[in-house]
């Protein structure tokens, strides 16, 4: 039986996955998300977060993220991926930022992973991960303009804090525009009081950089949001070319759903479809 392994995005957790996991369970697969360190219920939420919210503690409250990293992340998810293969046919599902952790992993673990799945993710195989957010592909992503800013000096806190609590409606209505434009108001709300208030600094950009001779054994899917306006379809695809560039005998299984950065992850009926038919050939491939 194939175990779907799920990891999420930027200031996300395991939580987000939920309908995911809940389908394919009902489709009769084995299915689990992990929370990267520092996340989800091991996560360090600041005091000033709570409550009526205190800006000035935000600012200078150390974070529970500070330290944790690329390597952190990847010894976690091998350790679920480890015990997941003992049982049959492992896939590797990743959404946006989780993508540079499928890369890391493929490319430090490739026997534990019979297939890694990009949902408009980062897949950084031509370029590092700041050469691609800087490039052309990038430009047209609303991210930077919801005006979603960090709350404190990463610096001095050790990590990247975003108020995803906020009552702006400016804000709100930018985020909705970004992330959940195809969604309602009530969904974008319910969305964000799963997140997390902090994302790690520290990004290793040679382990996340695609290896040809270890992640470039993988087979590997790239489900292509088509309406994404957080991570450009522009973008989606130059990581595809570049990863059939750099591997091109292991070409990428491209697949496409009409969905915003988040709207998969509430109504996950056409990816579930997608992973039920990539379970039947991660489970016929020689091991």
Known sequence: MTTFV?????????????????????????ALAVDLPGHGLGATIPTGYLGGQDLEALATEPSGMAG?????????????????????????????????????????????????VYVSAWCCAGATLSEYSAGPENAQSLLPHTGLVPLADPGVIGAIRLNWRTSDPTVLDRAQEALLADGTRAELLAFLHTQDPDESLHIDEEATRADAATWGRIPRTYVRLTSDRAMPLALQDRFIADADALVPDNPTDVRAIDSSHLRFHLHPGELVEILDGLAVSAAAAPA
């Open 6 to 30: 799920l990891v999420h995005g930027a200031f996300c957790n395991a939580a987000v996955w939920s309908p995911t996991v809940r389908e394919l369970t009902l489709r009769g697969h084995r």
């Open 68 to 116: 944790i990293g690329t390597a952190d992340d990847v010894a976690a998810v091998t350790d679920v991926l480890r015990r997941a293969r003992a049982h049959g046919p492992v896939v590797l599902v990743g959404a946006s930022r989780g993508g540079i952790t499928l890369t890391a992993v493929g490319n430090a673990a490739p026997e534990l992973v019979d297939r890694l």
